[in-house]
């Protein structure tokens, strides 16, 4: 098993992944601040904990946070081929439940889960943060709906949720923020105290 493997099984089954910019961006990002402990809020099937980890030389701890039972266990057995199971921690169920049961203190926040709860999880990225935290969020200008006059039924949820979150990123005085367009969109914020 490798991470191309795991990453042409995620592509096969439709299982969204991190894309390679993004990815990219993300390894710049890592090396960069050099995070001892990293928060995921949405697994699927681990590619990007797995990524995460293989950049930083397993030199880091990930929590990380599924809600469907079948990919969190098929992260679970990527992860574990992988060998990677002492650094990465799959934890299963609702992150909106999870995350404040959780009491810790997180060197990099990496958001990419349900796009409707993204100020839920923001909250709690910030109270899990620390000074010089820095919080990723994946997808937030979402097929380019989040930033044009988008008001389709379908997506209105998902598409209102993400613009209160960047509302809330770039209006925040305790982050500072940037968005850039890879990918789906990457917000980066900086816990600035």
């Known amino acids: ?107 990099l926040i990496f958001i990419d889960a349900a796009k409707g709860k993204y100020p839920i999880f923001l909250k709690e990225a910030i109270r899990l943060s620390h000074k010089g935290s820095i919080i990723l969020a994946d997808n937030v200008l979402y097929k380019g709906y989040v930033m044009s006059n988008y008001n389709k039924h379908k997506q209105r949820t998902a598409v209102t949720h993400l613009r209160e979150y960047i509302k809330e990123i770039t209006e925040n005085p305790n982050l500072e923020t940037k968005i850039l367009e890879v990918g789906d969109g990457l917000a980066i914020s900086k816990v600035l105290n």
């Open 1 to 107: 098993m490798s991470i191309d493997n795991i990453k042409q099984n995620a592509i096969n089954k439709r299982i969204p992944i991190l894309m390679e910019d993004t990815l990219e961006v993300t390894k710049n990002i890592l090396l960069q601040v050099k995070p001892k402990k990293i928060l995921e809020i949405g697994t699927a099937t681990g590619y990007s904990a797995i990524n995460f980890s293989s950049i930083l030389n397993n030199n880091v701890y990930i929590d990380t946070i599924e809600l469907d039972e079948t990919r969190a266990n098929e992260a679970i057995e990527n992860i574990n081929n992988m060998k990677l199971e002492k650094y990465i921690n799959v934890i299963k169920g609702n992150a909106v439940e999870i995350l404040p049961t959780l009491d810790e203190s997180y060197d």
